[in-house]
């Protein structure tokens, strides 16, 4: 008969370690934030003039983001990073909650704007180290998402169509790799495409100074129709693929596609897909799906759903259909965003404040995202709870010895290989010419 060796009831429990780390793997999120120049960057871009919280904008910027790497999806969840020995393996002091929220209710409209600026300069280094398109076409996905928000005194929150009280925050992200490009925030009442038009332009320009000099394409749901966001795309050089309502003139369109045209595609067991195309409005391809069940239940509906959208690309409408479904991978990054780097609500009464958590946040996002690109490799994790779970929250504990400081982790941790090769390549990162 065998029985336990130990008993979890009979353990003493002490937090009493100044020496325990956690989330030891936060060394790898410092080591690409020192690589990226920050801590500079974020001094150099972020004035706040004399309003309260100005002092040590680049430790203040580094607690938030590198505490959202960590889980956090408050202000006062940064507290986690002051715990044992963390805070010295991050390379910079970390501020308090309390000092936290006074610095994000220091920002205006303007001051955000800034945060913009930071963002956009991150992109642009880390692009240079080796994880942008470069010269390769790259397509960008745009979308709106609730941020929920409890308590209706919230500045901003408002029902919208979900009938979710929050905030309402238009997102761009790069398709093959998740990386947000841009956000802009936005009271909860907001319809999907409000400020589209300035916001795609504001996109394709922060794409184009980071680096990618390669050819653009714009993925886009319905919200986003508007012959205001086609102007955007046309004045840019940009090729779009926009999804339209159903309105009178698309229908008309849709029932003057002669019945040979539609070709059959794959789709689902049970089911019928055909994808057909023709010209509609200026100089616009109608690219229309329509679907069905088949069987002798779906007989009792015998009718077509239509699903079309405009666009501008070369290629064969079955083709441009399947490219155009992939629009979904925005919501794996909007997934991402809530779930890990932040985004899961407003944390702040204070609408500009809580603009500013939220650009923190994709820029959180974004290092995460250039964790894997540029230290673990093509084929290493790129959903953040896993790189979390994994890289991230690894327990550690910090010794010092001849002059020397020493990063102890578990024995047999699983991924104790790629932990050890990922900070090695962040360490040598050097810039592309």
Request: proline share 4%.
């Amino acid at each position: 008969m065998h029985t336990e060796s130990h008993s979890p009831t009979r353990l003493a429990v002490t937090f009493d370690d100044d020496r325990a780390v956690a989330g030891a793997g936060l060394a790898l999120v410092a080591t690409l934030s020192k690589q990226l120049g920050t801590y500079a960057l974020a001094n150099q871009v972020i004035d706040l003039g004399g309003r309260p919280g100005h002092a040590l904008p680049g430790r203040k910027v580094l607690t938030l983001v590198h505490a959202m790497v960590a889980g956090a999806d408050c202000i006062d969840d940064c507290d986690v990073l002051r715990s044992g020995a963390t805070g010295k393996v991050l390379g910079h002091g970390v501020m308090a909650p309390s000092t936290l929220g006074t610095f994000l209710r220091s920002f205006t409209f303007g001051h955000v704007r800034q945060l913009d600026r930071l963002s956009e300069a991150l992109l642009t280094r880390a692009w240079a180290f080796g994880a942008g398109p470069g010269d390769d076409p790259m397509t960008i996905d745009i979308d709106s998402t609730i941020q929920q928000v409890y308590g209706k005194q919230k500045e901003g929150a408002a029902y919208g169509y979900t009938k979710v009280l929050g905030e309402h925050p238009l997102v761009a992200t790069r398709s093959d790799t998740g990386e947000v490009l841009h956000i802009r925030h936005r009271k909860g009442s907001a319809n999907a495409g409000r400020g589209g038009p300035r916001f795609v332009r504001e996109l394709i320009g922060r794409a184009r100074r980071a680096g990618a000099t390669g050819p653009l394409t714009l993925r886009a749901d319905s919200g986003f129709h508007s012959k205001h966001v086609v102007a955007a795309c046309r004045d840019h050089d940009v090729r779009y693929s926009i999804t339209v309502n159903q309105n009178k003139a698309v229908t008309r369109a849709i029932e003057a596609i002669p019945e040979q045209e539609w070709v059959g595609i794959d789709y689902t067991l049970g089911g019928r897909a055909e994808v057909a195309e023709c010209p509609y409005g200026d100089g616009h391809r109608l690219v229309v799906r329509r679907t069905r069940l088949v069987g002798k239940q779906a007989e009792l509906f015998p009718t077509w759903r239509y699903h079309a959208f405009i666009t501008d690309r070369e290629g064969t409408a079955v083709f441009l259909d399947a490219d155009h479904r992939h629009h979904a991978v925005v919501e794996l990054a909007i997934r991402d965003l809530k779930e890990g780097a932040g985004m899961a609500h407003c944390p702040s009464g204070d609408f500009n404040a809580n603009a500013a958590w939220t650009v923190l946040a994709t820029i959180a996002h974004n290092m995460m995202r250039w964790l894997a690109s540029l230290g673990l490799g093509h084929d290493g994790p790129v959903v953040a709870k896993t790189i979390r779970r994994r890289f991230i929250s690894v327990p550690g504990r910090l010794t010092r010895r001849s002059r020397r400081t020493r990063l102890h982790m578990p024995t047999a941790w699983p991924w104790a290989t790629e932990w050890s090769a990922c900070f090695d390549r962040l360490r040598a990162l050097s810039l592309r010419t």
